[in-house]
């Protein structure tokens, strides 16, 4: 992956070193950022005059001659699929009654926002804003990264199977896609070994990373456009279309827009921070690339530009829009120690030794383990005079430093102040979990990996089968500690049936709330699920989302809407379990919360925990309440209808 080639007298970039029985260059290669050439088809040769036997060495030619590269490339493309069903299979068994162990909180989320997909689909309702959860405030869709171009094409399969069954399905296609994109232009442009290619993109696919990610966030692990980006930025630093090639790369970075921006911000961080490593060791490419990437990126900017500033606009300025991560994340960042640790989710994997190594367990962005890091550095050194490693080697280890943070930690002890410091207020920077940076470290070491498994197989030394299974046994060693296994799962209770039987359509109006008990909240998140289930039919106050810090648009962002004095309170109570003692000064408030919700009912399922305390405050909140199928419901309509 280089930028352009100089023409004319400027030094051409060198490829990697090739033998002597291999003299044609290698088509597509990363170091000349070339397009693919055709193989040219293999002499026809006469039939012999005698007939091999059929299990003799002609059969076993004929069999190599139908192991065509397409039958590769589909043989790989069905082991990451086999993979990712692997690796979410426990989940599949039962999509809406299990999620991941740890947090649920991120899945009852997306789910949320496939629902809103489809009411987007069906009932044209503004994309980019809701009131839907967090009535009457409620939420800035752009800001919060609804994935509208993962929920649209999903709506059917939502309303087939329900949001709990498209999560699981964006899951397994996310690790999958993501590793086979990796192998496709790994395999095109960069190497040509396909087994080479097939490494390289399982690693991208099925890191520790994409791993810890694949259980609460498929906005994440979606990176299947993430190597065509990469590859347009590059083709455009020597390309003789920029006006066209400027507009395909604007298409791939609308459509990843509307996935995840964050990770799209990354891409172009890496993509920069390579050229530049690039042009650093050869001054020379710029004379050639300068015209080409200047045209192409100013028509990408105009282009997406275009299709973005109203979305833009409504995630920085519009209403609930923030600016500015919530303190709670600003400073996640990755312990040193964590890039010679296994993932949670691999083989080789300890939860508790890697519980001071990561902010959480959905966010263990580095996790390669000893045996891979160290692999890392040696394929660094190995091939350290081809340019495209060094300046991917620069890549992948500044960003491994900005992922520290603005803390540099080693096995939770503080060392000093990181270089992050420096940047966490820059705008967009801003917005930016830190410890995401390995993720681009993780990308390079997949490509790292790709070359290096190229370079084996073309070496011609005495004993070349020797050299292969040494080489064989070192990449064995380094993947096998952070093979995945399954994705571990808790069960959760499941949709009440007073909602899946449209009970509460007797008692919730078009402009009324159905308050879930507990409130709606970071922490609980089952009333999110409740209205996912009916494709958001009804508005509920509280959630699970980003908001500006004291409800005005533009102040620094909080995870949910405005305290709630009812909210915490019952949160408490389902928490410790504990009945208070209330006052009718706490009573008032809570009714006017409910009127400010304009509420209709209040619903406790009978199984909740710590359900008889919850139902007995209630009770001393608003009045009785009645027994309906598997919940108690509260009507409160007349004591939250509006006086004249």
């Known amino acids: 992956m280089t930028p352009a080639e100089p023409r004319g007298d400027s030094p051409p970039v060198p490829d990697a070193p090739r033998s002597s029985a291999d003299p044609t260059p290698r088509a597509g290669s990363v170091a000349t950022a070339e397009p693919p050439q055709a193989e040219a088809p293999p002499a026809v040769e006469a039939p012999p005059a005698v007939a091999p036997p059929a299990d003799g060495v002609g059969a076993r030619d004929r069999w190599r001659w139908r192991w065509t590269n397409r039958r590769r490339d589909l043989a790989a493309y069905g082991l990451f699929l ?18 991941a162990s740890f947090y649920s909180s991120d899945p009852a989320q997306v789910q949320f926002f496939l629902a809103h997909s489809v009411r987007v689909v069906l009932h044209g309702e503004f994309p980019f804003y809701t009131d839907q959860f967090n009535y009457p405030d409620g939420v800035n869709l752009m800001a919060n990264t609804a994935i509208l171009a993962l929920g649209i094409p999903m709506v059917p399969v939502t309303l087939l199977f329900g949001p709990a069954v498209s999560f699981v399905v964006l899951v397994t296609l996310g690790l999958a896609g993501t590793a086979a994109a990796w192998y496709r232009v790994l395999s ?29 966030h498929p906005n994440i692990i979606s990176q299947f456009l993430l190597p065509f980006i990469v590859w347009r930025v590059l083709v455009i630093t020597r390309s003789r279309r920029p006006v066209v090639d400027g507009a395909l790369l604007a298409l791939l970075v609308t459509v990843q827009a509307f996935i995840n921006e964050e990770i799209l911000l990354f891409t172009a961080l890496a993509c920069g921070v390579f050229l530049i490593a690039m042009l650093v060791q050869r001054p020379g490419l710029w004379s050639a690339a300068w015209r080409p990437l200047g045209v192409a990126v100013a028509v990408c900017a105009v282009l997406a530009g275009a299709l973005l500033a109203y979305p833009l606009y409504v995630q920085f300025a519009g209403p609930m829009a923030y600016h500015g991560l919530s303190d709670a994340v600003r400073d996640y960042g990755n312990d040193i120690a964590a890039f010679f640790a296994p993932g949670s989710p691999t083989l080789g994997g300890n ?7 990561a902010p959480n367990y959905s966010e263990e962005n580095a996790f390669f383990g000893w045996s891979l890091a160290l692999m ?49 207020r820059v705008p967009l920077l801003d917005a930016v979990v830190p410890t995401r940076f390995g993720m681009i470290t993780t990308v390079v070491i997949g490509v790292l990996l790709a070359l290096a498994v190229e370079r084996l197989w073309s070496l011609r030394p005495a004993q070349p089968r020797t050299a292969r299974r040494l080489g064989v046994g070192a990449l064995a060693l380094a993947l096998l500690p952070i093979a ?12 009440p049936k007073f909602i899946t039987a449209d009970r509460w359509r007797e008692y919730v109006g078009a402009d009324q709330t159905l308050v879930p008990i507990p409130v709606p909240s970071m922490g609980s998140t089952h009333g999110m699920r409740w209205a996912a289930s009916t494709n958001l039919d009804f508005k509920i106050p509280g959630g699970y989302f980003l908001a500006p810090r004291n409800g005005n648009t533009g102040d620094p962002g909080r995870f949910g809407g405005r305290p709630s004095g009812i909210g915490r309170l019952l ?32 619903v406790l399922p009978v199984g909740q925990h710590n359900a008889e305390p919850l139902r007995r405050t209630v009770e001393e909140l608003v009045g009785p309440g009645r027994r309906e199928l598997d919940v108690w419901v509260w009507d409160v309509r007349t004591l939250t209808a509006p006086t004249a």
Do not use: Y
């Open 82 to 99: 086999l993979a990712a069903l692997w690796v979410t299979g426990r989940i599949w068994v039962d999509p809406a009654g299990r999620v």
């Open 188 to 216: 095109r442009h960069v190497v040509r070994n396909r087994t080479a290619a097939a490494v390289g993109g399982w690693f991208c696919g099925f890191s520790p990373a994409m791993l810890s990610h694949a259980s609460w």
């Open 376 to 424: 890392a550095v040696g394929i660094v050194l190995w091939l350290r005079r081809e340019p495209v490693v060094r300046a991917l080697a620069a890549t992948g280890g500044f960003f491994a430093v900005l992922s520290l943070g603005e803390r540099i930690s080693w096995w939770d002890r503080e060392l000093f102040t990181g270089p992050w410091e420096l940047l966490v």
């Open 484 to 495: 995945p296994l399954p994705l571990k799962v808790t069960s959760r209770p499941p949709v």
């Open 351 to 357: 939860e508790r030794a890697n519980v001071n190594l």
């Open 571 to 602: 949160e408490e109570v389902a928490t410790t379990g504990r009945t208070p003692k209330l006052d009718d000064r706490q009573r008032r408030r809570s009714l006017d919360e409910l009127r400010h919700w304009r509420a209709a009912v209040l």
